[in-house]
Each structure stands twice: as structure tokens, then as C-alpha cells.
């Protein structure tokens, strides 16, 4: 689940005033600032610490793992089962093609 962007509107929040800041606040972990805005790291990413600034966050995620937006880990959830593939920097898992096998020595199916 991705959270959307913090900013508020001026005229939303604040009808006829311009908005005022009155606090900082550094990215937690999973997210990243830019342009004083905090992003969740997106799919198949992950952010370890606190104070992200890129969109590619801490890196992508471990290679038989796959993240959601938002991650803090490189192994945020398992792939699953021996019919799933999760190369590195995985969104969801992929299941095999019939008459493939997945196995530990290598994240690519073999035939």
C-alpha cells in the first residue's frame, strides 16, 4: 500500500491565506524527500534510513525477495514457493512456465 505525497494545498487547508510551514521533518525509513515532499520508496526498493533523498532510495531488494512501496528492508517479504521467481529488485513475485524449476544455486528457472 502506497501512501501519496504529503503536501497539502494552500487553498484546500488554508482558504484565502497562503500556507505557512511551521516544522521540518527528516524522510523515515521507507520514504525519501524531494522538493520538501516525502515519497514512499517505490516497488521493488527499499529505504534502510532515515533521510532519502533519491527515488532509488538504499537499493533494490535481495535477490528471492520482493518489496512493496514503501520497504525498509532488502528482504521485506519471501518469494514464496518453489513456482515463484524474485530476481533482485523484485515487485511481486513471478510464477514459473510449466516444464521450469527454480532453484537456490540461481535466481534464473532452468529447463
Known sequence: MSRAPQRIPARAA??????????????????YAYNGVAYDCPAGRFGRFAGETRSTCS???????FCTAGSTRAMARECGGPDRL?????????????GYYTSDAS?????
Open 14 to 31: 488554508y482558504p484565502g491565506r497562503a500556507l505557512r510551514r511551521a516544522a521540518v521533518a527528516i524522510a523515515p525509513a521507507g520514504r
Open 86 to 98: 524474485c530476481p533482485a529488485g523484485a515487485v511481486a513475485p513471478v510464477r514459473v512456465t510449466p
Open 107 to 111: 535466481d534464473a528457472p532452468h529447463q
Open 59 to 65: 537499493g533494490p531488494c535481495a535477490v528471492g525477495y
